[in-house]
């Protein structure tokens, strides 16, 4: 069945999927290509990189109050991550979630772990099963 690790849900929804961990904090604004769902920051360790239907591990954010804009174009365009899983939550990064979950239909759980379980998720290669739900709890399970 795999280990079960909890966590805040920040938006809800379930998700599976190969986690994919950020080596340094993104903008989705000017550092990813919603229409190829490729990291294109210049400079970013992880440039070039798909995050297509991935769990993104993302410890925060950084950037523009556009990221949210950005991501949300991703996921209607189905090339954005699958679910997120952050040590910090941002507003601008749910906001991305909410839009496309509203307008478009396309849901991406996020959810904030604290230190430990961020610890064990970075040791994880598996696959990784999110759900988030609406009354605030989040569970991950580690395949």
Not at 9 to 27: D, H, K, N, W
Not at 35 to 42: P, T
Not at 77 to 102: H, K, Q, S, W
Not at 122 to 128: Q, R, T
Request: net charge negative.
């Amino acid at each position: 069945m795999g280990e079960l690790l909890a966590g805040r849900t920040v938006e809800s929804g379930s998700a599976r999927g190969l986690p994919f961990r950020l080596a340094a904090p993104l903008s989705f604004w000017g550092g990813f290509d919603a229409e190829r769902g490729l990291i294109v920051e210049k400079g970013h360790p992880d440039h070039g990189a798909s995050l297509q239907g991935r769990v993104l591990l993302m410890e925060r954010a950084k950037g523009s109050s556009s990221s949210s804009s950005v991501l949300a174009e991703a996921l209607r365009n189905g090339t954005g991550p699958c679910a997120m899983v952050m040590c910090e939550a941002d507003l601008i990064v749910a906001l991305g979630a909410i839009v496309a979950r509203e307008l478009y239909g396309a849901v991406m759980p996020i959810v904030v772990v604290d230190a430990t379980v961020w610890q064990r998720l970075c040791d994880n290669e598996g696959p990784l099963t999110v759900t988030a739900l609406d009354d605030g709890s989040a569970s991950l399970r580690l395949l």
